[in-house]
């Protein structure tokens, strides 16, 4: 891993960067070209032989610079005629010699072709970056040109989620959106991510997920894992896993007022809109994908080899005053080899992962009637020691249906994915790092595991524990609409989600050295059973209506949502043999852990209204009145909305003509969210049972306080934002301000303790805001017939502050907030440096009384909110070669490798840099004395020192985060077939000044992101 600081001398770098996307567009908007239709085969029928108006059919077929291109709309001039390419790019339409042919696709230039008395047109396409502003985004409930919108919504589709190698929907917009933060939390196979869409509203770790829609499903992103089941994993289970990034179309980020409102209470957070893909008109057409790759650990760190470890270790008992090594010090009492050296990061966590993608679809239709049917596999193995996997297997399938008049339609979509998890139950990263380098070897002379005389606990007694994780999902929407009159349609959208969850852990005796005789009766097992069912009704009431220069359109509709779910967790122990380990009727104990059964019911009415004149003057209005199960009686709705309005002033008179101005939009929205994520049952009474009965009875305990009074957490939400095209949008700057306040935070307000309850479930008058400033940049470097490249850059500025929080110096909150800073704080002791006289750690004490102490002392506020992030992509094409890659950086502080590792001096290894240590009187350096002692002055330092801002470091990056390179063999190769070649790579270079493993971590003792490689052939016929 290389190393790069934002500071340093290098401040020139992000200047350089802007001046280069500015001005490359600027130096190459003289090679603009004209695009000329190719004609490559005719025939030329006299006009004579046919008359001028006599009508013929016309074939042809459309390419572009990588083949035949399907979806081509083709349609005659001044006519309602018009078809559509079939999947080999063909079409057949019926014309006179006369006519004109438009030729029309988004995301490429439009052509008008003279048919000229020809029955043989076939044209090729220019691709150009800059019709980007006619895609239809999708905002939920309704869609809208991406020039049109007055929300912000940021977009990526499968073409740039295909090519990445990751298993994690999340795990594609990382890097791609502005405003949008994306965190991975392990590198084992399906580990979680963490997002944060503009910031960290509520001051509940758990209240801060966006609203998850999967095809207009409602999908709850609640954890389905149990914390005694999900060792290996950082985070409990997450059912975001079970989504295969290959089954999706696009994903939207609804971030403003304007665009969540509709989602009322559910789109505090942001909402995130995943469509997955359909069929499309035309010949039937096949699909295969297969690709193999590999991962691997990024960085290992530089740790101490057996001499350097040897000499810490005799130093420290030196600085302790001990001369004769204790019987347990086996690395330097003579047990161990002194010459002996293990590089255990790469003996436990230096394998190589490999992955296996397979991929199939069948996709065609009429004018009416369209389908499509998907299959995927993956497989994933691991880095650690042994036979592990994550595999998942999906099924996608969705049918569409026109009436003959077009006034009925039917649209529905069914997924269904199956998953397994099979991993070890620990992660051995943490082992890997403090293992004495002169540790005993892994097995003895006859293959066994090795217990060197009970002197140490081999490794891989871990991996006889295990974890087994299989899911089940089914994801199934309908749609149904019917065109009343003109401009009014009544649709209704039913949505169904079914989610099936069974995780276990074992504990056998095998984890134990056998000298100690621990037999199957020690065993143990922990098995959580999750289910979760969820039915949606949505009926709407949709009218449109254009009027000499007005459009209004008028959506109403009613969501009808309930959510049933159980979780059953159990505990079992003493076994009659290892082999029945998963057997619960082997157990002679089985304990019920956990056994809850929860219902969520929600209701709500929307409305939006969007006005729009002259094509340039738009408002849009929405709201949504709110029901929710999860409050009290008069607390169970509440009324959400916003309004949002644009003025498109690049379409004024005074703009008309102008040569640089292209495109021009300022929009501006404000509107109040909320949010009732806080569980089921948070203002009842209620009760659980106890494990201490009474006469044999099993009792019950009170666990939560009546408080009918909470209600929603509001979210108001203000933004500014000016979308600009230069030089015909090769140059397309969107500029956004926000600013989002959160109140009526609900949060555990503390109670006395004679309450018997240590706090209550109430709303507290506490707010938070986040403001900040969003830019992307779309630059058309070059776009030639045969070469193109096109640049895409965002970056995100963020300010999270908590304003308010009544009487906080008195709450259990005052040691973790402090009001005018973030809510992702740290309180620490301020680190001022070493003692040249003791060689121990000094810190300020900050009110002089003498004593260091948590409650006086730790007062320097460390902020591990990123200061900004953001991304650089480019896109290059020369003829059938397309080379993507992207550039993801973030500025941050993290936690540095001191707070990870134990006391220098302990049987446990250390970073190299811990050599530079204090060792007497007068020396400045970096680190301490060496000890062995928790309770000797440097033993007591250190722990501070690991509650100090001493141990916060730099960790902003600069990743190389994706990189595609692909090649289309030509067809005059292969016929018919399109075959496509490609390679891929994820998390590549990392440039940062972070001395740890990786710098985006949050985690300690868990696996890094991997460096992942893959290469693999799509065929499509």
Request: charged share 20%.
């Amino acid at each position: 891993m290389n190393k790069f600081s934002f500071y340093k001398g290098k401040w020139w770098i992000p200047i350089f960067l802007w001046v280069y996307l500015i001005f490359t567009p600027l130096f190459s908007y003289g090679s603009i070209c004209v695009v000329k239709s190719k004609i490559e085969s005719h025939k030329v029928i006299p006009s004579t032989a046919l008359g001028m108006t006599q009508s013929i059919v016309i074939i042809g077929t459309v390419r572009d610079s990588q083949g035949v291109l399907p979806g081509v709309t083709v349609s005659v001039q001044g006519k309602s005629t018009a078809t559509i390419t079939d999947y080999q790019g063909k079409y057949s339409i019926t014309a006179t010699a006369t006519d004109i042919l438009v030729f029309s696709f988004v995301g490429y230039t439009t052509l008008n072709i003279p048919i000229a008395g020809r029955t043989v047109v076939s044209v090729h396409l220019q691709e150009d970056a800059t019709q980007l502003q006619e895609v239809k985004i999708n905002a939920g409930y309704y869609s809208v040109k991406e020039s049109e919108r007055t929300g912000s919504i940021a977009k990526i589709t499968a073409k740039d989620i295909e090519k990445q190698p990751v298993t994690n929907v999340l795990a594609t917009m990382q890097g791609r959106m502005a405003g949008v933060n994306v965190t991975q939390t392990t590198g084992v196979a399906g580990g979680g991510f963490d997002i944060q869409i503009r910031g960290q509203n509520s001051l509940r770790a758990g209240g801060n997920e966006p609203l998850y829609i999967v095809d207009g499903v409602p999908f709850a992103s609640e954890v389905i894992g149990n914390s005694n089941t999900t060792g290996v994993l950082p985070r409990s289970a997450s059912p975001l896993s079970i989504i295969s990034p290959t089954e999706i179309e696009s994903i939207e980020i609804l971030k403003d007022a304007d665009a969540t409102a509709i989602y009322g209470s559910r789109g505090a957070n942001g909402v995130v809109l995943i469509t997955t893909k359909k069929g499309k008109q035309g010949k039937t057409q096949y699909t295969a994908n297969v690709s193999r790759g590999t991962g691997t650990v990024t960085r290992f760190m530089d740790l101490m080899h057996t001499q350097q470890y040897l000499e810490m270790r005799k130093e420290a008992f030196a600085n302790d005053g001990i001369t004769t090594f204790p019987t347990s010090a086996y690395d330097v009492n003579g047990t161990w080899s002194p010459t002996r050296y293990t590089d255990w990061q790469r003996e436990l966590t230096g394998g190589t992962s490999e992955l296996t993608d397979v991929q199939t679809s069948v996709t065609g239709g009429s004018q009416r009637n369209q389908f499509y049917l998907g299959a995927n596999y993956h497989k994933e193995t691991t880095v650690f020691p042994g036979d592990f996997n994550f595999n998942r297997t999906s099924v996608r399938g969705s049918f569409s249906h026109a009436s003959e008049d077009e006034r009925f339609r039917a649209n529905f979509s069914v997924g269904y994915t199956m998953q397994g998890n099979d991993l070890p139950a620990t992660d051995l990263t943490r082992d890997s790092r403090i293992l004495a380098p002169n540790a005993p070897a892994l097995y003895d002379a006859e293959g066994k595991l090795n217990w060197e005389n009970g002197s140490w606990n081999n490794p891989l007694r871990l991996l006889y524990a295990s974890y087994l994780a299989k899911s089940q999902s089914l994801i199934a929407n309908s749609q149904l609409s019917y065109r009343i009159v003109e401009g009014l349609e009544f649709r209704t959208a039913f949505g169904f989600t079914d989610l099936r969850h069974n995780e276990r852990r074992t504990n056998p005796s095998t984890l134990n050295n056998p000298s100690l005789g621990y037999g199957s009766s020690y065993s143990s097992l922990y098995r959580n059973t999750n289910n979760r069912q969820s039915y949606s009704i949505e009926p709407q009431l949709d009218f449109n209506r254009q009027w000499n220069d007005s459009k209004i359109a008028v959506l109403v509709g009613g969501t009808f949502q309930q959510q049933e779910g159980n979780q059953l967790l159990l505990f079992a122990d003493g076994f009659t043999s290892n082999s029945l380990l998963n057997t619960l009727a082997a157990a002679s104990a089985v304990y019920v852990a956990a056994d809850d059964a929860s219902q969520y019911k929600y209701q709500a009415f929307f409305a939006r209204a969007n006005y729009t004149y002259k094509d340039r003057y738009i408002v849009n209005l929405t709201g949504r009145r709110d029901g929710s199960s999860r409050f009290g009686p008069g607390k169970q709705f509440a009324t959400f909305g916003a309004v949002g309005a644009a003025w498109l002033f690049s379409r004024e008179a005074f703009f008309t003509n102008n040569s640089i101005l292209s495109f021009g939009k300022l929009r501006v929205s404000y509107g109040t969210t909320g949010s009732d994520q806080i569980g089921d049952y948070q203002f009842l009474d209620t009760y659980s049972t106890t494990s201490n009965g009474y006469q044999g009875i099993t009792g019950i305990q009170p666990t939560r306080l009546y408080n009918p009074d909470f209600g929603w957490e509001t979210n108001r939400k203000l933004e500014i934002a000016l979308e600009t095209g230069f030089l015909k949008d090769r140059i397309f700057l969107t500029w956004a301000w926000y600013d989002n306040r959160s109140s009526n935070q609900l949060v555990g307000v503390p109670l006395p303790g004679t309450t018997g309850f240590t706090s209550i479930q109430a709303n507290l008058d506490a707010t938070v805001v986040n403001s900040g400033t969003e830019l992307s940049l779309r630059t058309v470097n070059l776009q030639k017939k045969d070469f193109s490249w096109t640049t895409d850059f965002n970056i995100s500025f963020m300010k999270n502050k908590l304003v308010s929080f009544p009487n906080l110096a008195a709450s259990t909150y005052r040691n973790q907030f402090v009001i005018g800073e973030p809510i992702n704080i740290k309180l620490l002791y301020h680190y001022t440096g070493i003692n040249p006289e003791t060689g121990a750690y000094t810190f300020e004490d900050v009110n002089g009384d003498g004593v260091l102490t948590a409650e006086k002392d730790k007062k320097t506020i460390v902020d591990f909110n990123p200061s900004f992030y953001g991304g650089l992509q480019n896109q290059l094409r020369y003829q059938r070669l397309r080379l993507d890659f992207l550039f993801q950086f973030v500025k941050q502080q993290n936690y540095s490798t001191d707070y990870i590792f134990a006391r220098p001096g302990l049987l446990s290894n250390q970073p190299v840099s811990v050599t530079d240590r204090w060792q007497k009187a007068g020396d400045i350096t970096p680190y301490q004395m060496y000890t062995t002692n928790s309770n000797s002055d440097a033993g007591k330092a250190f722990n501070n020192f690991q509650a100090s801002d001493g141990v916060v470091t730099d960790a902003s990056y600069i990743r190389l985060k994706n990189v595609s390179l692909s090649y289309d063999l030509p067809q005059n190769w292969i016929g018919q077939l399109q075959c496509r070649l490609y390679v891929e790579g994820q998390n590549l270079l990392t440039f940062t000044p972070y001395e740890g493993t990786d710098p985006e971590f949050k985690t300690t003792g868990f696996l890094p992101p991997l460096r992942m490689l893959s290469a693999g052939v799509q065929l499509t016929f």
